[in-house]
């Protein structure tokens, strides 16, 4: 943004006051500005990265195929990612689409408290995961960073268990790209972390009609062994 730009948004800084013209006329250019970055984002990352959000979703949408559950995690805004993420599959927004199996390991606030007060906050995954995973599950983490301890703890109580492993990310994709523990990992390449997680909203929305469109040859059958 331009000195003229910044010196209209924060006048106190330059020893002024604001002038009502030229403040609408900066908040009208920074609305424009973020939103065709969030645009070119978007765009960007679904030119490098289709094929890739096609075989999570096929990961997914085997994991329902034989009976499994998914479920999700994340911190702060991450953590809303993963209720938006189950919500869509139990309770599917278009009609004839069947509720799918998903739980938020973010909602219980007395477990994560009483977990995160008696051992740490890097467990608080693990320890639901060791009660409800079951080989065949799935689990789906969100992070801007990559390098949330207490998703990696998850992801590598998931491997032992046998559930299939996706995580969304941003930047580089840190610990959850290099690691290697995950089955399916998609990367937003970008340092801010609004459009990581507007991208990763684009993305989770993406893959689950993708998912229900695999999925649509067994409606009905959901849940029985093939």
């Not at 424009?32 to 765009?43: F, Y």
């Not at 009976?67 to 004839?96: K, R, Y």
Request: charged share 20%; with cysteine; proline share 1%.
């Amino acid at each position: 943004m331009a000195d003229d730009e910044l010196k209209a948004l924060y006048p106190f800084l330059h020893g002024g006051s604001k002038e009502a013209a030229s403040e609408h006329a900066a908040l009208l250019e920074s609305v424009r500005q973020k939103s065709d970055h969030s645009l070119r984002e978007k765009q960007r990352f679904f030119a490098a990265n289709s094929e890739a959000l096609i075989d999570a979703a096929r990961a997914v949408a085997d994991v329902y195929r034989h009976g499994g559950h998914m479920f999700s995690m994340g911190n702060g805004g991450s953590s809303c990612d993963a209720a938006h993420f189950a919500v869509e599959f139990q309770h599917p927004v278009t009609a004839g689409r069947p509720a799918l199996a998903a739980t938020n390991l973010c909602v219980d606030t007395a477990v994560m408290t009483a977990v995160g007060n008696d051992i740490g906050m890097a467990h608080i995954f693990v320890r639901q995961l060791e009660a409800h995973g079951r080989a065949g599950d799935g689990l789906v983490g969100f992070s801007t960073s990559g390098n949330s301890a207490n998703l990696m703890n998850a992801y590598r109580k998931a491997r032992e268990l046998g559930l299939t492993t996706l995580g969304f990310a941003g930047g580089d994709g840190g610990e959850m790209l290099s690691s290697e523990l995950l089955d399916h990992c998609l990367v937003v390449d970008t340092d801010s972390i609004h459009r990581v997680q507007e991208v990763h909203v684009a993305c989770y929305h993406i893959l689950w009609d993708l998912v229900h469109t695999l999925l649509a040859d067994r409606r009905g059958k959901l849940g029985t062994q093939s």
